[in-house]
Nanobody
């Protein structure tokens, strides 16, 4: 499975960005999909996940500002990010877990920079 992110960029504090992650196969096969991020000098952290079983889950720091969603017609997952803060600056990675192979797949990452 290949995952390709897009939509990153530079935005001012309070602005919005929409990240997209296109999968190379039907995302019905990815029972859990999510977004993670890694800020400079920090460990990778979970941002949001979408599970076929348990629904959506968000990090406390982004809850109420970010929304994860799937577009099954386009085999794509999105992360709508509103009211962005400088501390949201990071490389954002798309992740998908394949129910059949029990493997995790990662995209190459997309940079999000929020200026104050």
């Amino acid at each position: 499975v290949q995952l390709v992110e897009s939509g990153g960029g530079l935005v001012r504090s309070g602005g919005s960005l929409r990240l997209s992650c296109a999968a190379s196969e039907n995302i019905y096969n990815l029972d859990i999909m999510g977004w993670f991020r890694r800020a400079p000098g920090k460990q990778r952290e979970l941002v949001a996940t979408d599970s076929a079983v348990s629904g959506t889950n968000y990090a406390v720091s982004v809850k109420g500002r970010f929304t994860i969603s799937r577009d099954y017609a386009k085999n794509t997952i999105h992360l709508q990010m509103n009211r962005l803060k400088p501390e949201d600056t990071a490389v954002y990675y798309c992740n998908g877990h394949h129910w059949s192979t029990n493997r995790d797949y990662w995209g190459q990452g997309t940079q999000v920079t929020v200026s104050s």
